[in-house]
């Protein structure tokens, strides 16, 4: 698949990139991308929630009344978990969700997801960027020019540049990644996806 490359003013160089069709054609595999999605938003999770058990709550083990006789129900120290301020029964514990994925279902799913965005045409291929000095303007301009102004889009480069990655910080609904970064869910959660010309070889 040839896609021209468009220079940062929106306009074709009149130059061509082949697309790998055993990354950006290939028959998508739905299963595939949605394992990947959930191993990323559970690898996420920070996993830190806790709560205090009886055995952790500050406060003294004293038997607060006779075991029988007083009519009423029977019941231990100030701990207990039926008291106000008590500890509590089956509380969250700090634990890892991450979930591990073979890497040949998470490349299958990457170039899914690929593959989906070419076949939408939402794949942008532009002539590398260099910005002297963090521009935030300027990048608006290129996603004007683009017609992805307002749009969510992930720009994926080869090298990180730190001044064009500075002009699109302050940009809602644009990022920027390394192409060694790419994965399923950035992918998938962007409404187009401009990658940089040098960094096309990389996706593999």
């Known amino acids: 698949m040839k896609v021209d490359v468009l220079s940062a003013d929106g306009n074709a160089t009149g130059k061509q990139v082949e697309l790998n069709d055993d990354v950006f054609g290939i028959t998508p595999n739905d299963h595939c991308i949605y394992l990947a999605v959930k191993q990323y938003r559970a690898n996420q999770r920070q996993g830190t929630h806790k709560s205090k058990e009886r055995s952790e709550i500050a406060g003294s083990r004293k038997k607060l009344k006779k075991q029988k006789g007083s009519g009423a129900a029977r019941f231990?120290?100030?701990?207990?978990?039926?008291f106000r301020g008590g500890g509590r029964v089956f509380g969250p514990k700090p634990r890892d969700y991450g979930i591990k994925l073979?890497?040949?279902?998470?490349?299958?799913?990457?170039?899914?997801?690929?593959t989906y965005k070419a076949q939408s045409q939402n794949v942008f291929i532009i002539e590398d960027l260099k910005f002297d000095a963090p521009k935030t303007k300027k990048f608006v301009e290129i996603l004007k020019k683009l017609e992805l102004d307002g749009k969510k889009t992930l720009l994926v480069t080869k090298d990180i540049d730190k001044n064009v990655r500075l002009s699109m910080q302050n940009i809602n609904r644009a990022s920027s990644m390394n192409v060694n970064s790419l994965n399923t869910y950035d992918i998938l959660n962007a409404n187009a996806l401009i990658i940089a010309e040098s960094a096309v070889a990389d996706i593999v």
């Open 76 to 82: 231990g120290d100030i701990k207990n978990p039926i």
């Open 102 to 114: 073979n890497k040949k279902v998470k490349k299958l799913a990457r170039n899914s997801a690929l």
